[in-house]
């Protein structure tokens, strides 16, 4: 029995609904499994358990990044994490759930208290660890779905320190 993110699950009823990622295939139907297997979750349990995760990481970086930035990381972890699985996926494995791009708003959360608080980040530090501890020892959650997305973020942390700075010079000169 093939694993879904979050619980087992049957396999018909999960390849109708999209999640699973065929890698000796590269057809469009791939590219449309990659990206829309992130809006669907196994069950009520799982649904509940992303936006909870959703909600916790909203609170913490509401005083540290604006709504617009957010979404805009948000938007960028579903891209990357599609992306991730369009290269990575296994094909025994069902990828499910949007706790990929939630991750991405934990990437932010952590690379920019890493970038303006150095080792005294400690929440984010923990949690971070926390985050890739439970992506290891628990089968069912997505490794591959969880580091794409905390890597999105620290991907849009480092884009947006790199415009800033650029936009600083422009107006210094």
Request: glycine residues 10%.
């Amino acid at each position: 029995m093939a694993y879904v993110n979050g619980m087992a699950e049957s396999k018909d009823y999960i390849i109708s609904i999209g999640g699973y990622i065929r890698g000796d295939t590269h057809d469009t139907a791939n590219y449309y499994f990659a990206f829309i297997c992130q809006f669907f979750h196994s069950g009520p349990i799982h649904l509940l358990l992303n936006m909870v995760g959703l909600y916790y990481v909203s609170i913490q970086i509401k005083d540290k990044q604006s709504a617009l930035k957010a979404f805009i990381a948000y938007i960028l972890g579903i891209i990357l994490v599609g992306v991730g699985l369009l290269l990575f996926a296994e094909d025994d494995i069902f990828y499910l759930g949007n706790s990929g791009a939630i991750c991405s708003l934990i990437g932010l959360w952590v690379f920019n208290g890493l970038y303006k608080e150095g080792k005294k980040a400690k929440e984010e530090i923990e949690t971070l660890t926390l985050l890739i501890i439970s992506s290891l020892m628990i089968p069912p959650i997505s490794f591959l779905m969880h580091m794409s997305g905390i890597i999105a973020g620290g991907v849009f942390l480092l884009f947006e320190i790199t415009f800033c700075r650029f936009k600083k010079s422009i107006f210094r000169s």
